[in-house]
């Protein structure tokens, strides 16, 4: 998928529509249209990179920009105090990833099980 079939990029583009939480110049936070969790929140990079495979070294600094933005929001919307929150990345089909930008899912606000599904 290039970048002008992608949906997350046509959101950050705004030819697309997204309830937007959180930006900034690297990424942007939005709220998972079907969501899996009182809170389910989605933090998109600004730059298109289809999925955690395809990151390299210089792309680091972004990552880690991603789980400290997701760490932020998630400690917004009250989910650091209220028993804490999941980050995930869908890496491929297998892992359930539907969309072929990378992005972190960042839900809460009910109890978590361990195996995920
Ligand atoms: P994944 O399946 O890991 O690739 O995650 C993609 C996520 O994007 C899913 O949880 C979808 O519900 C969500 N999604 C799809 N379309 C939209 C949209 N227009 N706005 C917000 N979230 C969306
Ligand atoms: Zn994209």
């Given at each position: 998928?290039?970048?002008?079939?992608?949906?997350f990029?046509?959101i950050?583009?705004?030819?697309?529509?997204?309830?937007?939480?959180?930006?900034?110049?690297?990424?942007v936070?939005?709220?998972d249209?079907?969501?899996?969790?009182?809170?389910?929140?989605?933090?998109?990079?600004?730059?298109?990179?289809e999925?955690?495979?395809?990151?390299?070294?210089?792309?680091?600094?972004?990552?880690?920009?991603?789980?400290?933005?997701?760490?932020?929001?998630?400690?917004?919307?009250?989910?650091?105090?209220?028993?804490?929150?999941?980050a995930?990345?869908?890496?491929?089909?297998?892992?359930?990833?539907?969309?072929?930008h990378?992005?972190?899912?960042?839900?809460?606000?009910r109890?978590?099980?361990?195996?995920p599904?």
């Amino acid at each position: 998928m290039n970048e002008t079939d992608c949906l997350f990029c046509k959101i950050l583009a705004g030819s697309a529509a997204a309830d937007v939480i959180y930006q900034d110049n690297r990424c942007v936070v939005i709220r998972d249209i079907n969501p899996q969790a009182p809170t389910h929140l989605l933090v998109v990079p600004r730059e298109h990179m289809e999925s955690l495979d395809d990151a390299s070294p210089k792309d680091e600094s972004l990552l880690g920009h991603l789980l400290r933005i997701s760490a932020r929001v998630a400690y917004e919307h009250g989910l650091s105090e209220s028993g804490g929150y999941r980050a995930v990345i869908n890496t491929g089909s297998g892992a359930g990833q539907s969309v072929l930008h990378l992005h972190v899912h960042v839900l809460g606000g009910r109890e978590m099980t361990w195996p995920p599904g």
